[in-house]
């Protein structure tokens, strides 16, 4: 009788450590969970910022015809279209 109390009490013991690991697996986890959303965030940011940056240069390039304008002038307006429609989906996954 005594041998089936000392193994409860083991495994009452064994399941409270496994709790307490359990838990902090899951505070690492969160941490690990929002330094990801935050280098993900970091990284939308700074593939915005290039495209920009390419709507940037593609204005700024002189010595252009018409056509070339016109061809520029349609890209950057395809270009703002696709930040909006990024920038809707972003809303709605926050949502």
């Known amino acids: ?3 089936i109390v000392e193994k409860t009490k083991n495994l009452i ?15 690492e986890l969160q941490s690990v969970q929002a330094a ?14 290039i495209k920009a940056m ?12 018409k056509s070339a304008i016109d061809e520029k002038i349609l890209d950057t307006k395809q270009k703002i279209n696709d930040f909006v429609r990024e920038i809707d989906r972003c809303i709605n996954l926050l949502k």
């Open 36 to 49: 990801f959303d935050t280098s993900s965030d970091k990284i939308s940011q700074l593939e915005e910022k």
């Open 54 to 65: 390419a709507v940037a240069k593609s204005l700024e390039e002189a010595d252009l015809d």
């Open 13 to 27: 013991q064994m399941c409270e450590a496994l709790q307490e690991e359990n838990d902090l697996l899951k505070l």
């Open 1 to 3: 009788m005594n041998l």
